[in-house]
């Protein structure tokens, strides 16, 4: 078993790898880069000004990893360790050494439009990009992280200490986050700051933020708290100290100084909404919850009465169900919803503070999967009752109702126990429908917006969470089956 | 002896032998499709829905021929008398901001829908079958193919659809072909599901052990067997792409701006669910109708397609 685990657990690894690879190809193949620039206000104000137009366009294109840039100065800093004649004037000989300079190294050399000056650019194979973007995708903190040429005397350690900005913690220096593990108020407690998934930056949507950031970041006004820095000042801050990140000392500020004493002053903002992934996570699980507990016994109903009035009547409802679109259904409830019971018909009416807001959408979500659970333990039910331990129950004496409750359900369970992980990613990731229609700001409505505005990152971040989840569930599954039925044996040919 | 005889004949009559009323009482004709027929038949939803599909066909695809609705057509925008006219015994399903006719509107747009949802389908379960029926035969084949499903079925096909819109420009054979890329995946590994429980019974051992070739067991011996499983699971795919379109519409992908449809004119007239309510829930009862007939209509199919049911 274990042996199976290990290699199951390497095989889903390896299907995560292979669909990100797959999905990072299409995107950065087929999407044409131009697109980026269609929406980008600042693109269009930029139009008049061809110079800072180009360096606009290129800076972007580096920043997605498409190419990579050197403007006039770094260009010229870079060919004078090897040329130290040149200069960034637009002269021939200038030029020529640049041309060189350019056709020896892979770059291609251009000129602004007006000025005139150069700079050069380089296109990035893909198969180059796609190493770049593992390679940099688990960052792991250690205390020789950061390397200050202005801070050359900063101690390199790791100790426990009870700190007074985060209470008991493990405080790094020299490290990227000062606390590597910390306990708050907030779930799970314990939190850490060691390994960290660097997804990219996103552009042109939330542009110049970390992608893990926009997704799994707070929402929302900024949140402020009472905070006590090091000098002993207490003021009403949104500052998230538990996120103290290392400053380079060329750009500390004199106040960042005086607050945390040390170089540790880069933070995150606390704010009151939750994330997308909070969101997109909460209306999920209670929408499978819901589903489940709806149509469990719904179901049971049914397969008890099978072929009565009560069968009749959940199968028509149930054949309703699963042949009106989607959105027609949605707009079907998301209309009674607000007109009987008074419950907002979008998101930030109220906003995610309320819990008004989560009804509908919540419900909705768990009323479009119910027909498919209903059908299937329908069917697992209806298949156990003819089984020989169902006779010998009656025989024994046993009303209809015990057995079907204590003897089918548990044998039709087991079926069920395997879709249960999957329903609850089934329901975070195909939130899309309702999460648009009400406008909530979740994950499940940010695939779409992201691949609209040409958000290359974050799609790829979007699609890397939602294919380690489903591949997640889907061996949380098969354990969970396994471990409900001992008969099941997952692994070939014995223990 | 003499009155032994008579005994036996009394109340009852010789009969001469007559070849043409015993051919009659032998095993009654069987015919496959007739049985369908009769069993699809006798069930009175299925023809209420029935005549409800068919009346929605015609109308779909005949209405627009007369009408000449344009998607794009402005003219009467400044026409005040023309513009949210309720529905009334003139303008059957009223009119909308730029003085149009819904009727005209949800009709040629159900044309679109029903369109792409039947072509769809259709190229997936054809694709779908061949691929799945080979597939669940062959055990090599079957190793390499279930990791590309394994691959392909986690990259989410919103994405797929999307990205191809944008490089290939969005249209109606550009949005067919955008379903049709992964789907056909889908039907393939349920129909190799399906192969593989009837490759290993008793009668296509007895058949391999005589010498049949694969392809003639797969054809004879296996796929007769899946006309239900295939109906059924066209019934189910057709309302699944219809409501895929309208999804993709909503969104704002997959077909040009001049082609109307179904879900654009559901997400066209959102915003008039509060003030012209007909706008939006006369689209939406049309789709949920054609969605609704084609399902029950397939699903009795499905029924009656089954040679087990017929006794």
Not at chain 1, 445 to 466: E, G, R, T, Y
Not at chain 2, 181 to 190: D, E, I, P
Request: hydrophobic letters at 45%; glycine letters at 6%.
């Amino acid at each position: 078993m274990k042996r199976y685990l290990l290699f199951r657990i390497l095989r889903s690894i390896l299907s995560i790898f292979l669909v990100t690879t797959l999905t990072y190809t299409i995107i950065y193949s087929l999407v044409p880069r131009r697109a980026v620039f269609q929406d980008d206000v600042q693109y269009g104000k930029l139009k008049g000004k061809p110079d800072e137009l180009a360096e606009y366009e290129n800076t972007a294109f580096s920043k997605m990893g498409y190419i990579e840039y050197y403007n006039s100065k770094k260009l010229v800093d870079t060919v004078k360790k090897e040329h130290p004649e040149v200069s960034g004037e637009p002269t021939a000989e200038n030029q020529q050494i640049l041309e060189e300079w350019t056709k020896e190294n892979g770059w291609d050399l251009k000129q602004f439009p007006l000025n005139k000056t150069y700079y050069a650019t380089k296109d990035v194979p893909l198969p180059k990009r796609v190493y770049r973007f593992y390679a940099n995708m688990l960052q792991i903190d250690h205390p020789w992280k950061v390397q200050d040429p202005d801070n050359p005397d900063m101690k390199r350690s790791l100790r426990i200490t009870n700190d007074e900005l985060a209470g008991w913690a493990l405080v790094g220096s020299g490290t990227q986050y000062k606390y590597q593990i910390y306990f708050d108020k907030q779930f799970p407690y314990i939190h850490q700051n060691i390994v960290h998934l660097d997804l990219g930056i996103s552009y042109p949507t939330f542009a110049g933020r970390n992608v893990t950031e926009v997704i799994g970041g707070g929402q929302g006004k900024s949140d402020s708290q009472e905070v006590t820095f090091a000098n002993g000042k207490t003021s009403r801050s949104s500052v998230d100290v538990y996120s103290r990140q290392y400053q380079m000392t060329s750009q500390l500020s004199e106040r960042d100084k005086q607050l945390y004493g040390d170089n540790y002053a880069h933070t995150d903002k606390n704010y009151r909404d939750p994330s997308m992934i909070g969101i997109s996570f909460r209306m999920g699980v209670i929408a499978v919850l819901l589903a489940y507990g709806i149509g469990i016994p719904l179901a049971m109903f049914m397969a008890r009465f099978k072929g009565k009035l009560p069968d009749k009547m959940g199968i028509g409802l149930v054949t309703v169900l699963i042949s009106v679109p989607s959105l027609a259904f949605i707009y079907f409830f998301r209309f009674i919803g607000s007109r009987l019971f008074n419950l907002p018909d979008s998101f930030p009416t109220f906003g995610a503070g309320d819990i008004r807001s989560y009804i509908l959408p919540t419900v909705i979500l768990g009323l479009l999967s119910i027909s498919n659970i209903i059908i299937w333990i329908r069917r697992y039910m209806i298949d156990q009752q003819s089984a020989d331990y169902v006779k010998f129950a009656k025989a024994k004496g046993l009303n209809s109702r015990e057995i079907a409750r204590k003897h089918i359900f548990k044998n039709a369970a087991i079926p069920i126990v395997n879709q249960i992980p999957m329903s609850i990613i089934g329901a975070i990731t195909g939130a899309t429908m309702t999460e648009t229609i009400f406008a909530a700001p979740g994950m499940g409505k940010m695939l779409p917006d992201a691949i609209q505005a040409h958000n290359n990152p974050v799609v790829m971040a979007i699609v890397f969470v939602f294919t380690t989840v489903a591949v997640t569930s889907v061996l949380i599954g098969d354990l969970a089956m396994a471990m409900v039925d001992p008969r099941i044996n997952l692994a070939e040919g014995g223990k | 002896m003499e009155t032994s005889e008579k005994k036996i004949n009394d109340g009852f009559t010789f009969v001469s032998t007559d070849s043409l009323t015993s051919e009659k009482i032998d095993t009654p004709t069987y015919s496959y499709w007739r049985s369908v027929g009769r069993k699809f038949f006798s069930s009175k939803v299925a023809i209420a829905m029935l005549i409800l599909m068919v009346a929605i066909l015609l109308m779909a695809f005949i209405q627009p021929m007369f009408s000449g609705y344009d998607f794009m057509n402005v003219d009467d925008i400044n026409d005040f008398s023309k513009r949210y006219n309720p529905p009334s015994m003139q303008e059957w399903f009223g009119t909308d901001k730029n003085g149009m006719s819904l009727f005209d509107a949800v009709w040629a747009g159900a044309k679109t829908s029903i369109s792409i949802s039947v072509l769809a389908t259709l190229i997936t379960t054809v694709i779908g079958v061949v691929v799945g029926a080979i597939w669940g035969t062959s055990k090599k084949i079957d190793r390499v193919m279930l990791e590309v499903y394994n691959v392909i079925t986690n990259v989410p096909q919103l994405l797929i659809i999307m990205v191809l819109s944008y490089t290939f420009g969005s249209g109606f054979w550009n949005l067919i072909f955008a379903m049709c890329v992964t789907g056909w995946l889908n039907t393939a590994y349920f129909i190799r599901v399906q192969v593989m429980i009837m490759r290993d019974r008793e009668y296509n051992l007895a058949s391999k052990t005589l010498g049949t070739p694969s392809m003639r067991m797969i054809v004879r011996n296996i796929l007769p067997y899946l006309t239900s499983i295939i109906v059924t699971n066209v019934s189910q795919s057709l309302p699944a792409f219809i409501s895929y379109e309208t999804f993709l519409s909503f969104l704002g992908v997959g077909l040009s701006a001049d082609v109307p449809s179904l879900g654009k004119l559901i997400s066209e007239y959102t915003n008039n669910m509060s003030n012209y309510p007909y706008l939006f829930w006369i689209p939406v009862t049309v789709l949920a109708l054609v969605s609704v007939s084609l399902y029950i209509v397939g699903q009795t199919l499905a029924d009656a397609a089954d040679p087990r049911t017929h006794m």
